[in-house]
């Protein structure tokens, strides 16, 4: 028996037949990796949480020096970027992954949330711009987004 049938819940007690089985094997794919800069542990935790529950592979980090080490020999499909880090900002660091990572979706995002947030943030490359606190539905949104600004 494999290690993914022992993790598996069972629901009755009486034994399942092996369509039953294959059928909960099933696993989905991985939606894509997502790199999370973001200087506070707790909501990079929780991103972490929540990107994963959502099937995407997150990359965490705590600053602009450490997400430029970390996507440096990996594939990066999607960023959600700070704006406001230590160090480094994340402005810089959103127009650094554009250049690198032209078909990725960059999401910058800030407890500043204000119109010229966005249009700075948009100017040097994100896709979109999200106030903090997060809202998940928002974020899941984004996610699904394609690439399609003129960057």
């Known amino acids: 028996m494999s290690i993914v049938n ?10 399942r037949s092996k369509t039953q089985d294959e059928d909960s094997l099933k696993l989905e794919p991985v939606r894509g990796t997502v790199l999370i800069v973001e200087d506070d542990p707790a909501h990079r935790e929780l ?3 929540l990107l994963t529950q959502w099937g995407y592979a ?25 704006v406001f880090l230590p160090g480094r900002s994340g402005t810089n660091l959103m127009a650094r992954l554009r250049e690198k990572f032209p078909q990725a979706v960059l999401i910058g995002v800030s407890a500043m949330s204000d119109a010229s947030m966005a ?32 960057h």
Do not use: Y
């Open 6 to 15: 022992e993790e598996l819940p069972i629901a009755t007690g009486h034994a």
């Open 47 to 49: 991103l972490v949480e």
């Open 58 to 82: 997150p990359l965490p980090v705590g600053s602009a020096e450490e997400a430029e080490f970390a996507v440096r020999n990996k594939r990066m499909d999607a960023a959600i970027v700070d």
């Open 119 to 150: 249009r700075k943030c948009k100017g040097l490359g994100a896709d979109l711009f999200i106030g903090k606190p997060l809202a998940p539905e928002k974020l899941a949104q984004a996610l699904q987004s394609r690439h399609t600004s003129w």
